[in-house]
């Protein structure tokens, strides 16, 4: 069994940071990527920032240059460094694990962006 947790999520002034950081733990042999989504109210969760086992990076368009998501490969760990937040930037944020063929999701954590 895996479990995926998020934290880090809280409310901050556009303009702000936040960084947010996932684990997963239970029996893990080896992660293939770690995601972050996000879901604003009444939206369709979207995918914001990917991190492969190599380390290859992707991000969504509207948070190139703004967001960066890392990973420690030992901690089974992926974090996400938000700055120039933007009140779109509001929503429920997803950690998502794949582990082989297997999807992990943690319960997400909110971040809310005030104008």
């Known amino acids: 069994q895996v479990q995926v947790a998020e934290s880090g999520g809280g409310l901050v002034q556009a303009g702000g940071s936040l960084r947010l950081s996932c684990a997963a733990s239970?029996?893990?042999?080896?992660?293939?990527?770690m995601n972050w989504y996000r879901q604003a109210p009444g939206k369709q969760r979207e995918l914001v920032a990917t991190?492969?086992?190599?380390?290859?990076?992707g991000y969504a368009d509207s948070v190139k240059g703004r967001f960066t998501i890392s990973r420690s490969n030992a901690k089974n760990s992926a974090y996400l460094q938000m700055n120039s937040l933007k009140p779109e930037d509001t929503g429920v944020y997803y950690c998502?694990?794949?582990?082989?063929?297997?999807?992990?999701w943690g319960q997400g954590t909110q971040v809310t962006v005030s104008s």
């Open positions: 998502n694990v794949l582990l082989g063929p297997y999807n992990y």
């Open positions: 991190i492969v086992a190599a380390g290859s990076v």
């Open positions: 239970g029996t893990i042999l080896s992660v293939n990527a």
